[in-house]
């Protein structure tokens, strides 16, 4: 059974190769176990950006073993904050859950330097998110 006094997120956007696993990267680095944390992407890349995969470990969080996950249903019922990024519509849409649309760069056939903004831009709001769904302790 699942821990229903936990919020769960699910990040998505087109390749899960990017910005939904810098997001997904981030919470699970700020809030812990206090938040279940996924990530998604409806036509998923075979492999994480490499840019992006360097551009976290430039902020101590290494995500090189992180693969991209298809969107399911499932994954989308399971959440109680869906945060898309990209997605357009094949993201599905249920009653009772949140939807976010946060708009940013796709850092996809980009660099580093490139993928730093975009990290440090998903960082604040994963900041703020931690700060508006977990409870305080």
């Known amino acids: 059974m699942p821990d229903t006094t ?3 997120v699910l990040f998505v956007c087109v390749h899960n190769a990017g910005r939904s696993q810098m ?3 981030f919470l699970t680095h700020l809030a812990g176990d206090r938040v279940q944390v996924r ?9 994480v950006n490499p840019a992006v995969v360097e551009a976290m470990a430039e902020v101590g969080i290494d995500i090189a073993a992180e693969v991209p996950k298809v ?3 499932e994954a989308v019922q399971a959440s109680d904050v869906v945060i898309t990024m990209g997605c357009g519509d094949t993201c599905p849409v249920f009653p009772g859950k949140r939807y976010l649309d946060w708009e940013l760069p796709d850092p996809a056939g980009q660099g580093v330097a490139a993928v730093r903004p975009i990290r440090d831009e998903i960082e ?3 900041r703020g998110l931690v700060d508006e769904i977990t409870p305080v302790t």
Do not use: E
């Open 6 to 8: 936990t919020p769960s």
């Open 71 to 73: 969107l399911t249903t």
């Open 23 to 25: 997001a997904a990267a």
């Open 124 to 126: 604040k709001r994963i």
């Open 39 to 47: 990530s998604a992407g409806s036509a998923p890349a075979t492999t």
